[in-house]
């Protein structure tokens, strides 16, 4: 299990490809990214407030529950903080595993969990005012599957 | 035991943490007594529905026991991902 | 869309990085990839044989059936076929969608119409004997929650 | 009207295509006069639930109808991805 939680860009290729090249035997891999949308029109900024301390905690529970589940080769998860603009990468999670629907699966797990049980909140700024993010209904029932 | 908000929960109170001395027994008791210091705590913690609580970086309920917490940390719903 | 059948080998890194680049407005980019798993030890070489002609057609067929049912930014597969060692890449997919579910759900919707439906048919070579592998029911029956 | 082989069903028949002058109005028309060619051929068309078609390059099923078709291709269950 890899986690970062960090402040700095990320390379998405160069991690597909580095969490790819040290998995043996695992016959799927399985990337998500989040990526910062400009959904009104105009965002001038998203700045993303963490937990320091609980972070890496909750993501670790999160992604030590996905191995526990499925039979899996590993698990990376990066999340980003501070200020991030449209079509910046936020995030991404990366899985492995023999067959593809543990790969799948355990991805949407996390994405499930990382949205809703990680202590991550999104601002957006846009036009000189600026907003919280709010949780959507659909993303607190999405755990509901699990 | 320290006190720690974020996002809007931190922007209404005005800071990211307070140090309190409490004989709150739950985090409900504790919340009673956060609303009682000043308006803008009364307004953060209107409404629990509202807010998320960690005790000791552990996400609970506002019925969690304090008996030997360190830090009780209020937010609003998370949005990561 | 973007489908590429090909003998050579891709660059999983290169491909998300430039799959993700060229979306705007999309929250999710979900890729999968597909790895030769050398099962019983001694895998010596995988030979995949395809249908020149039919395979681009399916799979663009298989792709637009995606992209009609879900919201959908863009959609890549690419295929090898010809001669794989064990831990080479097989096959990628990406999907970009606004909302992570859409990603998901295409990409996983493309795998599992990639398995049974293009037509692609691997042959394992190991110590000196080949076998063509067979179809498994569990992918067969996978097509039918769609 | 040529007809395609692949993976096992090529090996079984030794060749990749046959161009055949049939008079078959359907797949299965067609599979009966190519089990009458040779030995080797029955032995690939011998169990149907092992074998696919495609006529035409589009997937299809052995009561297809051959009016017009051009080519026709006969090979196991499909195992890509």
């Known amino acids: 299990m890899e986690i970062r939680v960090q402040e700095d860009p990320f390379d998405l290729g160069a991690e597909a490809n580095a969490f790819a090249a040290r ?74 595993a023999p067959h593809r629907v543990d790969a799948f ?42 | 035991m320290d006190v720690l908000y974020f996002a809007w929960v931190r922007e209404r109170i005005g800071h990211p943490k307070d140090t309190v001395d409490s004989t709150a027994s739950t985090v409900r008791e504790l919340v009673e007594e956060l609303r009682g210091r000043e308006e803008r705590y009364a307004v953060a913690f209107a409404d629990l529905d509202a807010l998320r609580v960690a005790v000791d970086q552990e996400l609970t309920d506002f019925d969690a026991p304090l008996a030997g917490a360190r830090e009780v940390a209020f937010f609003p719903p998370m949005t990561g991902g």
């Open chain 1, 23 to 96: 998995q043996t035997g695992m016959g799927a891999v399985v990337t998500f990214t989040g990526i910062v949308r400009d959904i009104e029109g105009g965002l001038d900024m998203m700045e993303i407030e963490h937990y320091p301390g609980m972070t890496e905690k909750a993501i670790a529970g999160i992604a030590g529950e996905a191995l526990d589940r499925w039979s899996l080769g590993d698990v990376l998860v990066i999340h980003r903080h501070g200020k991030l603009a449209a079509e910046d990468l936020i995030m991404m999670v990366a899985t492995s």
């Open chain 1, 105 to 146: 699966q355990a991805a949407e797990f996390l994405m499930d969990y990382l949205k809703s049980r990680a202590p991550f909140w999104k601002k957006e700024v846009a036009g000189g005012s600026e907003g919280w993010v709010a949780a959507k209904d659909e993303d607190e029932d999405a755990l509901s599957r699990w």
